[in-house]
């Protein structure tokens, strides 16, 4: 069984940086893609980020081109998220997710983290 455990969270203002991580355990073969998502209050969870762990194939949200980074580091089982000039726009439970699909849709993803909370103020 995957487990996904996500860690980086926190509050920031506009125009600030977060690293978010996340570590995976469990069979490295029952995925081979890993992601990131989002879910503001009252909001559906939306793909920000995903990346192929073992060719460096990303893709990104328009939302976040240009400002969020993803990236994996296999010798630690751990994908990143780097976040610049974070927007109050930005703030949600944010969650690590992995699976067989290089997408940004939640249905494309098997296994999921708890999430990790980003708060950008104003």
Do not use: H
Not at 71 to 99: E, I, R
């Amino acid at each position: 069984q995957v487990q996904l455990v996500e860690s980086g969270g926190g509050s920031v203002q506009a125009g600030g940086s977060l690293k978010l991580s996340c570590a995976a355990s469990g069979p490295g073969y029952s995925y081979s893609y890993m992601g990131w998502f989002r879910q503001a209050p009252g909001k559906e969870r939306e793909g920000v980020a995903a990346i192929w762990t073992s060719g460096g194939l990303t893709r990104y949200a328009d939302s976040v081109k240009g400002r969020f980074t993803i990236s994996v580091d296999n010798a630690k089982n751990t994908v990143y998220l780097q976040m610049n000039s974070l927007k109050p726009d930005d703030t949600a439970m944010y969650y690590c997710a992995a699976g067989w699909i290089l997408g940004l849709l939640r249905d494309e993803y098997n296994y999921w983290g708890q999430g990790t909370q980003v708060t950008v103020s104003s």
